[in-house]
């Protein structure tokens, strides 16, 4: 692993200082799902390999994290991988399929089937291909941009474990939270117990941001979400932070992504977290109310806005800088880019949010 002193020194700090709450010249923007089967050159790259040897290649994951770089003006890297690979270092099969996205072979149906996980997880050995892929990165983006690292929540992770695959109602995980209620602590636990020292892993390995998708939150109501999802998001964070400190690591900006959880932003703003992203049903207004002034907000444009042509895209742009007015910000999308976008149209919204947002020097 390379020594942190040794990567190129970064030329563009934008999102780190807008994360914390400093002054920014322009509002910083990158996309989730930024390097995916929208662009071609991705799409070229998966004809040759499958989706899990790439994340497990780091020369390959580092090629497709720089592919959106080279192409759009974005503020951010985010390291190619995917949030699954929590499940695969625990012992858990998972396939990606054609057309249908994560499967499952062997999901979680009972309690007893939380015997077969391999646990202790020994992240070095079980996910160093992703720690390996960071510092490729960081070395191969000569200080361009910084590097976003993440991970799943426990609670979405949890999920795809009992689900098998995706699902639009969670039913079986949901009724496991019912039914076996200390076995569902048992297991989101034991996955936050993978998460903290995977997410300080990627930071030793140069990332420079670390983000947590807690992308099912919207399927828990409010009492199950504080519950079975804000503990263990807080557990993250608390853990994080000591584990870099404890490692004489940057206790770098955590940002907390849980989609369609709107009941919950103030105790996310709570969290300690130093951004709370939005999906983009949410009012940014609203949500400044919620969170109040001292964390950064990240989103939220709906993602089919860029199904617009480019005076509609430009007017949706310009009323989401207006929304979320002079408090601290990052722009991005409400959720991950579409498959089908035009490459152009996501250039167009990067640099509208640019053009928009630029202060007078």
């Known amino acids: ?69 080279r192409r759009f003006d974005l503020d951010a890297a985010i390291i190619f991988s995917d949030i699954l690979v929590v499940p695969q270092a625990m012992g858990m099969e998972v396939e990606m399929l054609p057309g249908k996205g994560p499967h499952f072979p062997h999901k979680l149906q009972a309690p007893d089937d939380l015997k077969r996980l391999k646990l202790p997880v020994d992240v070095d050995k079980e996910l160093g291909y992703v720690f390996s892929a960071i510092s490729l990165t960081r070395h191969k983006l000569e200080g361009k941009v910084p590097l976003i690292g993440f991970c799943g929540a426990p ?18 995980a949901k009724g496991w939270l019912y039914k076996f209620r200390d076995q569902s602590h048992t297991l989101l636990a034991a996955i936050t117990d993978v998460c903290i020292p995977y997410l300080v892993g990627q930071v030793e390995a140069g990332a420079q941001l670390l983000q947590l998708f807690e992308s ?17 998001i807080r557990k993250i964070s ?17 940002i907390v992504f849980a989609k369609g959880g709107h009941h919950s932003l ?45 005076k509609d895209l430009e007017e949706a742009v310009s009323g989401m800088v207006a929304e979320f007015g002079q408090g601290p910000w990052i722009a991005n999308l409400g959720h991950g880019i579409y498959p089908d976008m035009d490459p152009e149209h996501a ?15």
């Open 266 to 310: 103030s105790e996310l703003a709570h969290s300690e977290y130093n951004v709370v992203g939005l999906d983009w049903t949410v009012s940014p207004i609203a949500a400044r109310q919620a969170v109040g002034s001292h964390v950064t907000l990240q989103g939220n444009l709906d993602p089919c806005a860029l199904y617009a042509d480019k």
């Open 155 to 172: 609670w979405t992770l949890m999920a795809y474990m009992v689900e098998g695959e995706g699902s639009t109602t969670l039913s079986k």
């Open 238 to 254: 608390a853990g994080v932070r000591d584990g870099l400190k404890q490692k004489g690591l940057p206790v770098v900006p955590l």
């Open 216 to 232: 099912d939150a919207g399927l828990l109501g409010p009492h199950q979400f504080a519950e079975f999802s804000l503990p263990y």
């Open 347 to 361: 250039g167009f919204f990067i640099d509208c949010v640019h053009r928009l947002t630029q202060k007078p020097s």
């Open 1 to 69: 692993m390379y020594k942190m002193a040794a990567f190129p020194a970064l030329k563009n700090d934008l999102i780190l200082r807008a994360a914390r709450g400093e002054p920014v010249e322009r509002v910083p923007v990158w996309i989730m799902r930024q390097a995916g089967r929208y662009l071609p050159e991705f799409r070229a790259t998966r004809e040759r390999h499958d989706f899990f040897s790439i994340c497990r290649t780091p020369e390959l994951a580092c090629e497709v994290t720089l592919q959106p770089i």
